[in-house]
């Protein structure tokens, strides 16, 4: 285990894996896509996400976000995944991406890993969707069995990506509206947000809501307001962990915080009205469970397939 959360957890993951199982809408993906065409998938990524993580415990945070901002961007398409070049725009520069987004090089690593045991078969989109589950799982969190079948994008839009992306300042209504748009409910937005148990924020994603919002712990605001300075420049980028107690361990403090006014983003701290928030602060194994739906209604979002996209050689490149 790479991850040093309670271990009573696992019992929790057990108890809610047969509430996941039931599948959700996208016909066209089927956890067993790969089953004869790439047997030795699974394994091969699991191995590279945990000596990832076992360097740095913040990469499954920083590769749980990737699967979230391709998703969001005209689908699980791998559209992120692609460098800007001189005649071609990605999504990488994109205002919630650039500087913040990383992993890029892990995603690379288990490519050329699967390419090793099965070239030219697996996906670059679905990668990223085995990714965030294995790295939730890693650091402690609930399974899930991963839907596959997507094709990776032949193109990118920053706009997009700049438009689609829900940002920190979001208000409960714009939160709801952004994940609305992409067909998912209030409830996913609020079980999906707890991915923010994990991970890290520059100081430029919280210093309005340190030094402007009321709705925060006064103590909480001055302990972040030390290493994040009220004007922008140098400090832009000096981190916090969005989970103040364990922001390497997926469990459900993320909620807890928000109850106690110690959400980091004004984002977080705007779904304390939504009651899921006390639900999921009480009860682990509900949050576990809802969490785990959602990512799979998440990784359902328009993906390429059949004849639709390709499947890239490098993750980086179209072929
Ligand atoms: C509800 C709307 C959301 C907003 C407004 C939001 C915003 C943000 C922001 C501003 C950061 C910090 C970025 C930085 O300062 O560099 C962040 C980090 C992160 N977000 Fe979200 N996010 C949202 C939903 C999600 C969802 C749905 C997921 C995944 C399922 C997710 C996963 C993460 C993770 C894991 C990190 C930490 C990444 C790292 O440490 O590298 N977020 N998010
Ligand atoms: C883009 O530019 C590269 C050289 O930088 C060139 O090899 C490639 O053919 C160009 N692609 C398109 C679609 O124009
Ligand atoms: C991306 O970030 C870098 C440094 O953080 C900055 O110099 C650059 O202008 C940004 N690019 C865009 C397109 O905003
Ligand atoms: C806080 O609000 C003031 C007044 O609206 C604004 O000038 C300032 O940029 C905001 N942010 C911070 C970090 O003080």
């Given at each position: 285990?790479?991850?040093?959360?309670?271990?009573?957890?696992?019992?929790?993951?057990?108890?809610?894996?047969?509430?996941?199982?039931?599948?959700?809408?996208?016909?066209?993906?089927?956890?067993?896509?790969?089953?004869?065409s790439c047997p030795s998938l699974d394994s091969t990524v699991k191995s590279v996400v945990h000596s990832a993580i076992s360097k740095e415990a913040r990469?499954?945070?920083?590769?749980?976000?990737?699967?979230?901002?391709?998703?969001?961007?005209n689908g699980c398409d791998g559209s992120l995944l692609l460098d800007d070049t001189p005649n071609f725009t990605g999504e990488k520069m994109a205002r919630p991406n650039n500087g913040s987004?990383?992993?890029?090089?892990?995603?690379?690593?288990?490519?050329?890993?699967?390419?090793?045991?099965?070239?030219?078969?697996?996906?670059?989109?679905?990668?990223?969707?085995?990714t965030a589950r294995d790295s939730v799982v890693i650091l402690g969190g609930p399974s899930w069995n991963v839907k596959l079948g997507r094709r990776d994008a032949r193109t990118a839009s920053q706009s997009d990506a700049n438009n689609d992306i829900p940002r920190p300042t979001f208000?409960?209504?714009?939160?709801?509206?952004?994940?609305?748009?992409?067909?998912?409910?209030?409830?996913?937005?609020?079980?999906?947000?707890?991915?923010?148990?994990?991970?890290?924020?520059?100081?430029?994603?919280?210093?309005?809501?340190?030094?402007?919002d009321t709705n925060i712990d006064a103590s909480f605001a001055q302990s972040r307001r030390a290493n994040c300075p009220?004007?922008?420049?140098?400090?832009?980028?000096?981190?916090?962990?969005l989970d103040l107690q364990?922001?390497?361990?997926?469990?459900?403090?993320?909620?807890?915080?928000?109850?106690?006014?110690?959400?980091?983003?004004h984002s977080d701290q705007q779904l304390l009205s939504n009651a899921l928030v006390q639900t999921y602060?009480?009860?682990?194994?509900?949050?576990?469970?809802?969490?785990?739906?959602?990512?799979?209604?998440?990784?359902d979002i328009k993906p390429l397939t059949g004849s639709n996209g390709e499947i890239r050689?490098?993750?980086?490149?179209?072929?």
């Open positions: 285990m790479v991850s040093s959360c309670s271990s009573s957890m696992s019992f929790v993951v057990v108890a809610y894996l047969l509430v996941v199982l039931v599948g959700s809408s996208n016909a066209q993906l089927t956890p067993n896509f790969y089953s004869s990469m499954g945070a920083s590769l749980l976000r990737l699967f979230f901002h391709d998703c969001f961007v987004v990383r992993g890029f090089e892990v995603i690379d690593q288990i490519k050329s890993a699967v390419e090793n045991v099965c070239p030219g078969v697996v996906s670059c989109a679905d990668i990223l969707a085995i208000n409960l209504g714009q939160l709801i509206s952004s994940f609305q748009n992409q067909g998912l409910s209030a409830n996913d937005m609020v079980a999906l947000s707890g991915a923010h148990t994990i991970g890290q924020a520059r100081c430029t994603s919280f210093r309005d809501h340190i030094y402007n009220r004007t922008s420049g140098m400090g832009d980028n000096n981190l916090a962990p364990t922001p390497t361990c997926f469990d459900n403090d993320y909620y807890k915080n928000i109850i106690n006014q110690k959400g980091l983003l602060g009480g009860n682990l194994g509900r949050f576990y469970s809802d969490f785990a739906t959602s990512m799979i209604k998440m990784g050689k490098n993750c980086r490149m179209i072929n």
